[in-house]
């Protein structure tokens, strides 16, 4: 008998729960054997400051370093309902510009983002790109904890999947 979700998804600790004020990627994810790749990022309490905001986008990668050539890309993502209940917000289209978190917008703290990119359509909008991230900008955030896990369906299901790094 395995775990069957393991066995199905690859889950990738993406970014550490941790408290910032500094700005952040997330783990790269290799494109290569992921047929969809869906971060899941955390945020805990932000103050009530509407200067206390996440920046979150979606950038794709020729390495598993940030540089210049990375492009940031479009793509669909739901909130969370406030901690503690289990319903999700509409499938809202993310551009390239991102999607900004704030504390005084809608209670946006203590949530959980899904995040879903495709990776046939990456391609199409950077033809050299073999890694997909999550950057986290963080320039006006006064206290705020977050964490990202990327879960990827993997093209080839399997106990040990191929590596995602």
């Keep these: 008998m395995g775990v069957r979700f ?3 998804y690859q889950i990738v600790p993406a970014y550490s729960p941790i408290e910032t004020t500094e700005a952040k990627e997330s ?3 290799a494109l290569k054997n992921a047929q969809w790749v ?5 945020t805990g309490a932000l103050l009530t400051d509407s200067n206390d905001a996440i920046l979150v986008t979606v950038v794709s990668a020729t390495g ?6 990375d492009t940031a890309i479009p793509f669909k993502y739901r909130l969370s309902s406030e901690l503690g209940t289990d319903a999700w ?3 809202t289209a993310g551009t390239t510009a991102g999607v900004s978190l704030e504390a005084t917008t809608d ?6 983002m899904l995040i879903d990119v495709d990776p046939a359509s990456i391609p199409a909008l950077d033809s050299d790109a073999l890694y997909v991230y999550l950057d986290l900008a963080t320039t006006t955030i006064t206290s705020g904890a977050i964490s990202v896990a990327a879960f990827i369906e993997p093209r080839y299901p399997q106990n040990a999947n191929l590596t995602s790094s």
């Design 27 to 29: 783990v790269f994810v």
């Design 64 to 69: 598993n370093t940030t540089n210049a050539n």
């Design 38 to 42: 869906t971060f899941l990022l955390q």
């Design 89 to 91: 917000g509409a499938i």
């Design 107 to 112: 209670k946006q703290a203590n949530r959980a």
């Design 6 to 8: 393991t066995e199905k």
